[in-house]
């Protein structure tokens, strides 16, 4: 039983370049996120997909995108990448929105 | 605006050594909150949801409790498996079903 399952593992982009996360949960859970982890801050929701065919903003959505593809399926782009977005980016998913987050292991981002 | 604080930022102890770790919030009312716990290149892994005060949930050595204002993370005879960052997260009522509030957490390090 893979959980959430996000792709790549590490990427290095080049300012300006894009880039699409890749986020995948085999738990038949209908909510799904987009987190980043920087340190000295707690994790920090960037968008939500509240079910499939729904979206929206979190706390830091500036930069992003996202796209629920299929219920099992949510991604993260980000369209000309910046330094700031250096980041580690997790993907979560719950069975509803008052249920514990289950997350995957992350995509460890840099931009240079 | 709503807060979470934990403390200690980190915290050494020897194996067998009991203590607890602290999530406090500002109450603007509580839905949920919700212990994770994160290794190293890891993903948070769920540990406990309190939705109460005065709930009370057990695994192994570890103890979670809720009040009207924080909650308590014991930790009863750690081991050193029990190292890592323990990460506290709170719904607020009044706002989305679907938004955690992440503390910064706190380094545990059980030493054999």
């Known amino acids: 039983n893979a959980g959430v399952t996000q792709t790549p593992k590490f990427q290095v982009l080049k300012t300006g370049q894009s880039m699409t996360l890749q986020c995948a949960q085999d738990?038949?859970?209908?909510?799904m996120y987009w987190y980043r982890q920087d340190p000295g801050m707690g994790l920090r929701l960037i968008y939500y997909?509240?079910?499939?065919?729904?979206?929206d903003k979190g706390e830091v959505p500036n930069g992003y995108n996202v796209s629920r593809l299929n219920k099992r399926e949510f991604s993260l782009r980000l369209e000309s990448a910046a330094p700031s977005q250096t980041s580690v980016y997790f993907c979560a998913s719950s069975v509803v929105g008052n249920q514990p987050q289950h997350f995957g292991d992350g995509t460890r981002l840099s931009i240079l | 605006e709503d807060q979470v604080t934990q403390s200690p930022e980190a915290l050494r102890l020897q194996e067998g050594e009991s203590s607890s770790l602290n999530c406090s919030y500002t109450v603007s009312g509580l839905r949920g909150l919700f212990w994770y716990r994160q290794d190293p290149g890891k993903g948070p892994e769920f540990l406990f949801t309190?939705?109460?005060a005065g709930e009370e949930k057990e695994k192994e050595r570890l103890k979670a409790t809720l009040t009207k204002k924080e909650s308590f993370l014991h930790i009863t005879a750690p081991k050193p498996e029990d190292s890592a960052t323990y990460l506290c997260a709170v719904q607020f009522s009044g706002g989305s079903n679907y938004k955690l509030t992440f503390g910064k957490g706190t380094l545990l390090t059980v030493n054999p």
């Open positions: 997909s509240a079910s499939e065919g729904t979206t």
């Open positions: 309190l939705y109460s």
């Open positions: 738990m038949n859970h209908n909510s």
